[in-house]
């Protein structure tokens, strides 16, 4: 026998880089059955994941597919609406945040000037008092 040839069944030779038969992988069948561990996500992720997901909902009497991200602003912006003082406190300060709502800026006139103007009196100064 040459050292080309591999020996028959019976005669294996266990040794260095050659293993017993009963303990090397059969043909067809993978080391690591359960393969590596799925690496677990961020809470982040995961969220994003589960916003991005679609859900049926009904519109206009029509059943429409959005997703539960768009679900999600719909109902805040309808409760807005109805005059729910949470969200619609929340779409305010996005809506100032993104420039598309001009912030509140006083008039000209001061509170004296206004009661003037609505009332034709003088505004009361501290220094009437004193004279008094």
Known sequence: MSNDETPPD??????????P?????QPGRSGNPLGRPKKTKELNSLIQNELDKSISVMESGREKRITKREAIITQLINRAIKGDVKPLQLVLVHLEKHREVEPFVST???????????????????SDNDEQ
């Open 108 to 126: 000209e006139f001061d509170d004296a000037e206004l009661l003037h103007a609505l009332h034709g009196r003088e505004p009361r100064r501290e």
């Open 21 to 25: 038969k009963h303990t090397q992988f």
């Open 10 to 19: 019976d005669e294996y030779e266990v040794g260095y880089r050659r293993p």
